[in-house]
């Protein structure tokens, strides 16, 4: 499953966070395209994530920086806008992501404190599982999920069991009740135990 932006908005979230001096990373079907060489360095210093870009270059996708070819990008059916802001960029960060909450056809989210995500109005990780759970057969109530931050609430507040990570978003933890471990502490799989009603 599919769902694009519409090119202006994609252009705009793009413009808007250029403008406030933010890095900003675009998807689209066929490419991910960094705003310049410094993002894309910061955001694959890992082993993990090096692996990412190379595994997406096998795959044929394009992995690319430049202010220049990341406007161009607008045009390749474009999927998500993603920004992230440095320290002493914390004015200008809030400025565009109000900005951005202006203009049609989006919805904006944060997979974590330091961006925002800008997507097509109406597709979030709620919307995804359902989609898939319906394509499996999977009944909501049988839906158990985990999360962590702004961009899971769909998703969580969506499935019949939704557990936040010990490290999540102080919103996240207020709204979701049932709690787990560190994602990086073996998380999930202490929560699947707990929903399973077996003892570690």
């Not at 705003?35 to 955001?43: E, F, H, R, T």
Request: with cysteine; hydrophobic share 40%.
């Amino acid at each position: 499953s599919q769902h694009f932006m519409q090119k202006e908005a994609a252009r705009a979230v793009l413009e808007v966070g250029l403008h406030h001096g933010l890095e900003c990373c675009l998807y689209t079907k066929d490419a991910i395209v960094y705003s310049n060489d410094n993002m894309l360095k910061n955001q694959n210093t890992s082993y993990a994530a090096q692996e990412f870009v190379r595994k997406m270059r096998l795959a044929g996708v394009r992995v690319e920086a430049g202010q220049e070819v990341a406007l161009e990008a607008v045009d390749w059916s474009p999927m998500k806008v993603y920004c992230v802001y440095y320290e002493g960029q914390e004015e200008a960060f809030a400025q565009a992501r109000k900005d951005c909450a202006g203009i049609p056809g989006i919805s904006l989210t944060s997979s974590w404190f330091d961006n925002f995500e800008a997507m097509p109005e109406g597709v979030d990780k709620g919307t995804a599982v359902a989609e898939l759970a319906s394509r499996l057969g999977i009944v909501r109530e049988d839906v158990l999920a985990f999360g962590d931050s702004d961009n899971d609430l769909p998703m969580l507040r969506w499935a019949g069991h939704a557990y936040a990570m010990e490290n999540a978003d102080e919103a996240v933890k207020r709204e979701i009740t049932k709690w787990t471990g560190r994602c990086d502490m073996g998380g999930v799989a202490q929560g699947i135990c707990k929903a399973l009603d077996i003892l570690i």
